[in-house]
């Protein structure tokens, strides 16, 4: 419990067990939030065999200070699909537990901006989503089109997306979708089938991002799968930026985007700042670059005359490197700086070369690839290649152990154009 929070100020005390708030049963996280929302609450709590009530007072949504044995309240939701892309199951083995687990959690989906693809929630727990209004959700749809979803998801209830789906938007839930597109199973026609069936549903479905599928070198016994062509993508990119132009001229929107990958894999050019409005689907790489590189544009406009730069090296995905490259050395010429650095592109070997993203970009390969290379007085690499809030890389190498074996110091960087120029110019 948090020291002078409301619950501790009323006397809640540790180990005591919530049972209601304001008469509502409390069962999980989202229950707690939304109904600890209100400024008058009785709370029923329970420790042992006693049960007692404690009324208290604090402003509109503000957090009561409550602590529970987990974030959700609750065990997270497995995942209930064989989907033929999964990534999980092309993960190699002798890895960390944690990364084999496959959440489908309608709670992490508000919460945490998780992807689910609605196939293990119960008409109460669909119910309970409109009458909450949990809102946005993140919704895995890949197709629309019942027969191929099944395939796709491993799933006989797969076909019952789009019913839910328009049950969400009937109340007014908003809904944020992604489709992992797999040469000749969801493209091409179904593709568009499934544009046309989501651009129905808009203002409800806010925004779908269209991105290739992954694919590791681990897939021994899994579905026969290829990634696209540098055509095949260019394809894709051709269809959906057709479509969400005309959703652009009849809804105001233009909903759908590929992913920065798509137009890496497609050898095209990426679409100008403008082109992602609201940047709603950064988290599946969805104008990741272009917004990096506004970002750096701002950072150079405006910052202090005469900068200097110790010498650095940078270690990203082999998809970003030009791109990188390319910024890096713009924003010496603007600051009439000579800039001395390395960009390093790091061939995945732990996945496979098919995966070019640096999110992916393990511990092992950067030593592998780096270690005698000219890498100045500091390595820059993406934070995101870190598991989140922790010093370990993917393979459970830890980041000081990359910084010993090279000789220099690592340091994870955000993804974010001024945290970058901060940093390589020790702003």
Not at 79 to 106: I, S
Not at 109 to 133: D, H, K, P, V, W
Not at 222 to 240: G, H, M, S
Request: glycine share 8%; proline share 5%.
């Amino acid at each position: 419990m948090t020291p002078g929070s409301p619950a501790a100020r009323a006397g809640v005390r540790a180990g005591e067990t919530l049972l209601s708030i304001n008469g509502h049963p409390i069962r999980d996280v989202l229950d707690y939030k939304f109904y600890a929302y209100d400024p008058h609450l009785e709370l029923e709590l329970q420790e042992g065999e006693r049960r007692r009530c404690v009324r208290l007072g604090k402003d509109a949504g503000e957090d009561l200070g409550l602590e529970f044995e987990t974030y959700l309240m609750d065990r997270a939701r497995g995942c209930a699909n064989r989907c033929v892309f999964c990534f999980v199951d092309q993960m190699p083995p002798g890895m960390r537990e944690t990364l084999y687990f496959k959440d489908d959690d309608a709670r992490l989906s508000f919460l945490m901006g998780n992807y689910i693809t609605l196939t293990n929630l119960s008409a109460r727990e669909r119910q309970r989503i409109c009458e909450l209004r949990i809102s946005p959700i993140n919704i895995s749809v890949h197709a629309t089109d019942p027969e191929v979803r099944r395939l796709l998801l491993g799933n006989r209830r797969a076909g019952e997306c789009m019913e839910h789906m328009r049950g969400f938007a009937q109340a007014g839930i908003v809904m944020n979708c992604q489709i992992v597109a797999c040469p000749g199973l969801n493209d091409g026609a179904v593709l568009r089938q499934s544009m046309e069936d989501l651009a129905a549903l808009y203002p409800q479905v806010k925004s779908v991002s269209v991105v290739p599928v992954g694919i590791t070198r681990h897939r021994a016994g899994l579905y026969p799968l290829r990634p696209y062509t540098q055509a095949e993508a260019a394809a894709v990119v051709e269809q959906v930026e057709a479509f969400a132009q005309t959703c652009l001229e009849e809804q105001g929107s233009r909903i759908f985007w590929c992913s920065d990958e798509f137009y890496l894999q497609g050898g095209l050019a990426l679409p100008e700042d403008e082109y992602f409005e609201d940047y709603t689907q950064l988290e599946n790489g969805v104008g990741m670059l272009r917004l990096l590189e506004t970002e750096w544009k701002g950072a150079c406009l405006t910052a202090p005359q005469a900068l200097s730069a110790p010498p650095f090296s940078l270690a990203t995905g082999v998809a970003a490197a030009p791109f990188l490259q390319e910024i890096i050395d713009r924003a010496g010429e603007s600051c009439h700086t000579d800039l001395n650095y390395q960009v390093y592109p790091i061939v995945n070997r732990f996945f496979g070369e098919t995966i070019t993203v640096a999110g992916l970009i393990t511990g092992q390969d950067l030593m592998d690839q780096l270690r005698g290379q000219d890498l100045g007085e500091r390595l820059l690499i993406a934070q995101n290649m870190l598991r989140h809030g922790e010093r370990v890389f993917l393979d459970d190498v830890s980041l000081e152990e990359v910084s010993q074996t090279l000789g220099v110091p690592v340091i994870p960087v955000p993804q974010d154009g001024f945290a970058l120029f901060d940093a390589i110019f020790q702003l």
